[in-house]
């Protein structure tokens, strides 16, 4: 598959790494001749297009006539717009735009855009919002996502010393009645996709596909106590912050702190009654302390400053906040992150890179997400009729070490999958993989 991207920034470079180790024939393309060798100078199978992705000259000498997908990631959202109309009337078979206007993605301008080239669009903090919001609604968890509709869960927890799953193995845990699946588990810098004889140790993240009844179950399993979030202090004015405040319930308090006097009068005119806006500096740990962090559940570090929002997460951490939450858009932070146990991180570039990975999956396929802290990702694909997957029960397909099924639905009915479970054509099934697998599911559900 041909694909041109547009935009050798933080989102293209790190898009253009992740597509190439999937032996696509990747071309990145930028005005700033800089940005280029920065991005390709690292070893990956990148091709490096100087040039203007709203010119019809640099798109034309870039190959745009025969590309497969055009994804345009530039930090400017006309630019996304205006190169995805060219290169879809040059020939590119589908166009991806990268855009910060959320009026785009309501639904009756989707026919809109279709006409006018632009097949997809993506809004990075948009979607980061919502997992904040996800994380917030459930502080026991380390990371949450909604699969299938809602229908099945993924869960990830990180589990101490005195949970009750500590030190047993997961044959232990799945004695009786199978109430959930262990798709995973992250001990130190691994990633472990389980068996039976697996044994959970203290400081793993376990990941979980479950079914939304038997989320108490697992945080009890857990060793976690249920707390409601009534307070959230919120450090930077972002795009993402305000549109968390939307997402929120309304009977959660928040608190935004914004250094630009500018910015803090824009907030103040769109948000909601119980929304407080305070101009101050969030770094400030006296600031912090005045604003009532002690008695905040939940403190969301969303600055364009991966370091401050750590710091800031670690100084919540102590002033004894249940919930910490870290923009950190530098992925090298992110193993050191995870050291400082400060809690869920939030990647645009992860999830916009998830969200466009789909589109180059063969098998049929609604949702991929990236897993922060696990090198891995999960998908939701349908078994298409006659495809191996549907041949033998699951314990007899000999499936690669680095994938694991964790549930499926099959006429709207969700099920965790075992051994002797038979997938059947037209079910929808979770699909946990290290990173590295994901091509090698097309072999079976296709």
Not at 383 to 403: G, H, M, Q, Y
Request: net charge negative; charged share 25%.
């Amino acid at each position: 598959m041909k694909i041109i991207i547009a935009g050798a920034g933080e989102v293209g470079t790190h898009l253009a790494k992740l597509l190439s180790q999937e032996r696509q024939d990747i071309i990145l393309m930028d005005p700033d001749d800089e940005r280029l060798q920065n991005a390709v100078g690292s070893g990956f199978e990148i091709m490096p297009v100087l040039g203007n992705p709203t010119s019809i000259r640099d798109l034309e000498d870039a190959g745009i006539g025969n590309a497969d997908l055009f994804i345009g990631v530039t930090p400017e959202e006309t630019t996304n717009i205006t190169a995805c109309m060219l290169a879809a009337n040059l020939g590119a078979q589908r166009t991806f735009a990268r855009i910060n206007n959320y009026e785009y993605l309501l639904p009756k301008n989707a026919a809109f855009f279709e006409r006018l080239g632009v097949h997809s669009l993506i809004y990075p903090e948009m979607l980061a919002a919502k997992e904040i919001v996800a994380a917030v609604k459930r502080p026991w968890a380390r990371q949450y996502w909604e699969l299938c509709g809602g229908a099945l869960i993924l869960i990830g927890i990180k589990v101490r010393e005195n949970a009750p799953i500590v030190d047993k193995s997961l044959s232990e845990l799945f004695a009786g009645k199978k109430k959930y699946h262990v798709v995973a588990i992250k001990r130190d810098s691994d990633t472990i996709i389980p068996k039976g004889n697996d044994v959970i140790l203290p400081g793993d993240i376990v990941f979980f596909a479950t079914t939304r009844e038997y989320l108490h179950e697992i945080r009890v399993h857990a060793g976690k106590r249920e707390t409601e979030v009534k307070k959230v202090v919120i450090m930077g004015g972002s795009r993402i912050a305000y549109r968390a405040t939307q997402y929120l319930p309304d009977n959660i308090r928040v608190r935004i702190i914004e250094r630009d006097a500018e910015r803090c009068k824009e907030l103040a005119a769109k948000v909601g009654s119980n929304v407080m806006i305070i101009h101050g500096d969030g770094r400030d740990t006296e600031l912090l302390k005045e604003e009532g962090l002690g008695d905040a559940e939940a403190f969301i570090a969303l600055t364009d400053d991966a370091s401050t929002n750590i710091l800031a997460c670690i100084v919540a951490k102590r002033y004894g906040v249940l919930k910490t939450i870290a923009q950190v858009e530098n992925i090298d932070y992110l193993p050191l992150v995870e050291k400082f146990d400060i809690g869920a991180i939030i990647n645009k570039k992860l999830i916009a890179a998830s969200n466009i990975y789909q589109f180059l999956l063969d098998a049929d396929v609604s949702n991929v997400k990236c897993l922060t802290f696990a090198n891995a990702d999960v998908a939701e694909l349908v078994a298409r009729p006659d495809s191996k997957i549907t041949k033998k029960p699951v314990k007899d397909l000999n499936l690669p070490k680095d994938i694991t099924l964790g549930g499926l639905i099959r006429d709207g009915v969700s099920q965790i999958v075992e051994g002797d479970t038979v997938i059947l054509p037209q079910d929808k099934v979770v699909v946990f993989c290290l990173d590295t697998a994901m091509r090698k599911l097309e072999n079976y559900f296709n």
